[in-house]
């Protein structure tokens, strides 16, 4: 059963009363295949438009918003979550608007 959008969101949401820093003597080194990689942080360094970045902190810079970077993490996980029931267009059968435009471009093809 897919999550609901609610239910992603509070799983995501960010909650800065909650933090708490680790401190180093109580830190455990995890080895591979110990830990699930959903739980494993990765610097990565890519290029993104600018458009995009500016978006990400204008929300972020609402109070009590999570940062853009937890934000943007947070929109490619519900986008992987879509990719994964994208496969299915069964619904798009039951779609009024898309059969009539699929129609229309058949009858533009035809003129």
Known sequence: MKPSKNKIEREFA???ERMRRV???KRHRASRGETALKNCKLRVTMYLDADVVEYFKRRAAGLNAAPYQTQINSALRRFLAGAEAAD???????????????????RAKVR
Not at 88 to 104: C, G, I, P, Q, T
Request: without cysteine; negative net charge.
């Open 88 to 106: 299915d267009y069964s619904h798009l059968l039951k779609d009024e608007r898309f059969l009539e435009a699929v129609a229309e471009r058949v």
């Open 23 to 25: 401190p180093p003597d």
């Open 14 to 16: 960010f909650h800065p």
